[in-house]
């Protein structure tokens, strides 16, 4: 299994330099309507200082951003996690289809990061915001058509490993997937301005994309027929883990954005309940990450391999947890509380899906 990838993604995380501090808002929904104009106000300002600091960083360092390359872990995580399930389950293992599926999983992140971009950029959410790829390129038409560009050659790769695994489950639950990205972020659905970022992230990266990639390594047998993978609980409880690390990182993303949310009516999480509140949610959701891995392996749903390998991650839970609480209100660290949460995630998954082939190998099974 080619579980080494997932822990490259940790070694992209490095301390880059934050957006400059802003005031901290704890209003609820309610109040930060009532408070519009003054709310308005701060927000320019903060916009007007982050856009003059960010205006001397490097291009390098604006392209890195622009990049987002730790967040691709989440293509990586689900991917592997749902293949080693498979192997854990029945030997299964196709290394040819796994690498047109990352291929293709990676083109579709390209396709989300990317028309984020042009959809914040159309609501002025990004307008100060250098790292921003439209306003790098100066092109909203041409970083829409890369973005188009990305989601047909992932479609390409995922109807070929279809091709391959006859198994229209994995489809399904893929597209499922796909949709929910679509529906977070493009019009006229733009759920995420409503606040629904987080179980849209959580289903589409936990049981859909997770389950979906287990599936996919159905195979067909000349002699025995079509072996189509049942559905275990193994998959079911690994897909709800991914799910939350993941949503950890979308929910740690919203701290430093707080007043530029506001300003163009992106309700998000955050914004409706102020920074101290989410710090203690960052909390509850490490300690309920921990709390469901212990039960799995209580009720067999995890082999002893993954609870074991997955406790050795409590210290980076616990990074998250102390610096999240310690710096909410500080706009120049807590934006590197998600690049934080992607070394917990691709951590995570790869302990998870290395304590499953070990298991399939009879080590802690």
């Known amino acids: 299994m080619p579980l080494a990838g997932i822990a490259l993604a940790p070694l992209l995380v490095s301390p880059l330099l934050a957006p400059s501090p802003r005031r901290s808002s704890a209003a609820a929904a309610?109040?930060?309507?009532?408070?519009?104009?003054?709310?308005?106000?701060?927000a320019r300002c903060s916009a007007t200082a982050a856009s003059g600091e960010a205006a001397e960083l490097s291009r390098a360092t604006l392209l890195w951003r622009a990049a987002k390359l730790p967040i691709y872990s989440v293509a990586l995580v689900p991917l592997t996690v749902g293949s080693a399930a498979a192997y854990h389950h029945a030997g299964l293992f196709f290394a040819k289809r796994y690498f047109?599926?990352?291929?293709?999983?990676?083109?579709?992140?390209?396709?989300l990061n990317l028309s984020n971009d042009v959809h914040d950029s159309d609501t002025g959410a990004d307008k100060n915001k250098k790292e921003s790829v439209?306003?790098?390129?100066?092109?909203?038409?041409?970083?829409?058509?890369?973005?188009?560009?990305?989601?047909?050659?992932?479609?390409?790769?995922?109807?070929?490993a279809l091709a391959e695994a006859k198994d229209i489950r994995f489809i399904v639950l893929v597209m499922c997937a796909i949709f929910c990205g679509y529906v977070y972020q493009c019009p006229p659905f733009r759920l995420s301005y409503q606040g629904l970022g987080e179980?849209?992230?959580?289903?589409?990266?936990?049981?859909?994309?997770t389950t979906g990639f287990y599936f996919s390594n159905s195979n067909i047998n000349v002699s025995s027929g079509t072996a189509l993978l049942p559905l275990t609980k193994t998959v079911a409880a690994s897909s709800v883990l991914v799910g939350l690390t993941t949503t950890l990182i979308l929910f740690c993303s919203h701290f430093h954005q707080i007043d530029g949310d506001l300003a163009v009516g992106k309700m998000s999480p955050l914004v409706r309940i102020g920074t101290k509140a989410g710090s203690r949610i960052v909390l509850i959701g490490i300690v309920m990450l921990y709390i469901l891995l212990v039960a799995f392996g209580v009720c067999k749903s995890l082999p002893s391999?993954?609870?074991?390998?997955?406790?050795?991650t409590l210290p980076v839970g616990k990074l998250v947890v102390d610096y999240v609480l310690k710096n909410h209100e500080d706009d120049t660290k807590i934006f590197m509380a998600k690049y934080y949460c992607v070394r917990l995630h691709a951590l995570f998954g790869m302990a998870l899906a290395s304590g499953l082939v070990l298991a399939r190998n009879g080590i802690l099974a």
């Open 30 to 42: 309610a109040a930060a309507a009532a408070r519009r104009p003054s709310a308005l106000h701060r």
């Open 305 to 312: 391999a993954c609870i074991v390998l997955c406790a050795l």
């Open 134 to 160: 439209v306003n790098i390129i100066g092109s909203r038409a041409v970083t829409q058509n890369a973005a188009n560009v990305s989601l047909l050659l992932g479609f390409a790769g995922l109807f070929r």
């Open 100 to 111: 047109i599926l990352l291929a293709a999983a990676v083109l579709v992140i390209t396709w």
């Open 199 to 209: 179980p849209l992230c959580f289903a589409a990266f936990g049981p859909l994309a």
